[in-house]
């Protein structure tokens, strides 16, 4: 069964400073979907970026990007110019090309500091 | 953007009685939805892939009759909580993937209904 691991259970960063989550998982598969969730206090899941496996160029989104290495099954978001909206709980999440529901990790709560 | 809305947004309920929830989407046909299950300030787990016209798939360890799947429509979803117990009490949250999400793009989900049985 594939994990995904979340090592930070809280992160701290000053406003406009710059951040990164990371998020390690462990699968036998080659084709494979990975995803960052935020989760603020409201609970609605929102999508912050994706990353399809077979991609080698690292996604972007503005502010957010990830440092996707495939071959260390390591999957990083770097949130740029942190803001005060930013502060949730971030979730990362798996998806096997054959599965169809996500396997999240534990989640890291990012609190941005003004 | 597509929406889903899930409802009740809480609930409260007696021990022994059963509780549905409902999932649907408001713009866009979903012929797979997806219901978890989220402790406090824990992870979302994966209970069950839901699919129209189908019966639902449980992940292991969950038990099809105490959760109960329906997905008789391409836009809604219901799970029922059977025989409702303390310890169910969680917060539930679904998701949906468009049909026409042939690429893979993502999952867009509900606000989630919190659960409590008392």
């Known amino acids: 069964a594939q994990t995904v691991t979340q090592s930070q259970p809280e992160m701290s960063v000053q406003e406009a400073e710059t951040v990164t989550l990371s998020c390690t998982y462990d699968?036998?598969?080659?084709?494979?979907?990975l995803f960052w969730y935020k989760q603020p206090p409201s609970r609605q899941m929102i999508l912050v970026i994706r990353?399809?496996?077979?991609?080698?160029q690292n996604a972007t989104e503005n502010r957010f990007s990830v440092n996707f290495q495939k071959a260390a099954k390591s999957f990083s978001l770097k949130i740029s110019d942190s803001q005060l909206g930013d502060a949730a709980m971030y979730f990362c999440a798996y998806r096997g090309g054959g599965a169809d529901g996500l396997t999240f990790g534990k989640g890291t709560h990012l609190i941005i500091q003004p | 953007g597509a929406v889903v809305s899930q409802h009740p947004s809480r609930v409260i309920c007696k021990s022994g009685t059963s509780v549905k929830i409902e999932c649907r989407s408001l713009d866009f046909q979903a012929t797979t939805m997806f219901w978890y299950r989220q402790f406090p300030k824990q992870s979302l787990m994966l209970m069950a892939t839901s699919n129209e016209g189908s019966k639902a798939t449980y992940e292991q360890g969950v038990e099809k009759d105490k959760f109960l799947i329906n997905h008789a429509s391409l836009t809604l979803s219901t799970l029922t909580v059977t025989s409702a117990h303390p310890e169910d009490s969680s917060f539930y949250i679904c998701?949906?993937?468009?049909?026409?999400?042939?690429?893979?793009?993502?999952?867009?989900f509900g606000s989630g209904t919190r659960l409590t049985v008392v």
């Open positions: 990353q399809e496996a077979y991609k080698q």
């Open positions: 998701s949906a993937r468009a049909t026409s999400d042939t690429a893979n793009y993502g999952y867009t």
């Open positions: 699968t036998s598969e080659s084709d494979y979907y």
